[in-house]
């Protein structure tokens, strides 16, 4: 019984900026790791940041630069600061956590659209 509530998602124009945020709420005690993930029409899911309990943070190599992502744990949300926003960007962004008991739970939210375009 874990809910994902992402919100920020826009219409920006290129160079724009936007911060996308995801609140977890539910039965839990701790979240090991959040990330955001991207997909485009046509094209296939994929990783833009995630963060780990222990700060550990990787990007995707079109994003390095550009995205940051970071996390407050005591509000269970995790935030993805978009610079410098490009058409390429586009996509439904969605947020996904994790969290380990016994076993690896995954959990999405619903996505929030990016569009780049002028």
């Known amino acids: 019984q874990v809910q994902l509530v992402e919100s920020g998602g826009d219409l920006v124009q290129p160079g724009g900026s936007l911060r996308l945020s995801c609140v977890a709420s539910?039965?839990?005690?701790?979240?090991?790791?959040m990330g955001w993930y991207r997909q485009a029409p046509g094209k296939e899911r994929e990783l833009v940041a995630s963060i780990t309990r222990g700060v550990t943070i990787d990007y995707a190599d079109a994003v390095k630069g550009r995205f940051t992502i970071s996390r407050d744990n005591a509000k269970n949300t995790v935030y993805l600061q978009m610079n410098n926003l490009q058409p390429e960007d586009t996509a439904v962004y969605y947020c996904?956590?994790?969290?380990?008991?016994?076993?690896?739970?995954?959990?999405w939210g619903q996505g929030t659209q990016v569009t780049v375009s002028s």
């Open positions: 996904k956590i994790t969290i380990v008991r016994s076993a690896r739970y995954d959990y």
């Open positions: 539910g039965s839990f005690a701790s979240i090991n790791a």
